[in-house]
């Protein structure tokens, strides 16, 4: 009988021993956002084997739509390959950098082939006019929506445990 209690005993910790462990070990790539300050999630994309994705928003100054287009390298880096605005005033590059293209069309301006690598993207969310949103499969996503403007974010691609997937806000439900 006393054999009985151990042999159960022993099932139960190791049951709880794989939940823990289940629930603690990293298991979705997903393209995070934390508050840079704490380091909390504040909300998450999931990429599921999906590596493009933009970042477009107001530009302060001159009012015109910016956006940046983005690549997730395979050892999880983010790659800026391209850039879109509509002025070249203040805070926007007026040609492109070695290497890079730069071409003009439809009133827009475009640096093209660009090789830029991030571990992570630093972004102050816009309070009053930015509204960023991030684009992923074609469809939009205002970060107002999800994280109070004025907050710095650090956006990256990590692997996010079910306890993180739990606590953060899907964007993209």
Known sequence: MKKKGSII?????IMLFFICVGYFLPIEKCLSIEELSSGR?????PLKGERAFQIQYTHSIHLSEVKEFYKIQGDG?????????KDTAIGMPSNAEKGETFEMK??????????????YINLS???????????????TYPLKDTIKP?????????????YKLWRGVNILD
């Open 150 to 162: 004025g907050t710095i974010v650090q956006i990256k691609v990590e692997k996010l445990t079910l």
């Open 125 to 139: 969310t816009g309070q009053v006019v930015a509204n960023h949103r991030i684009i992923f499969k074609g469809r």
């Open 41 to 45: 999630e504040l909300a998450y994309i």
């Open 77 to 85: 880096n983010i790659r800026q390959v391209e850039l879109m605005y």
């Open 106 to 119: 439809n009133g827009e301006y475009y640096i093209k082939n660009m090789k830029r690598v991030f571990p």
């Open 9 to 13: 005993g022993l099932f139960i910790f």
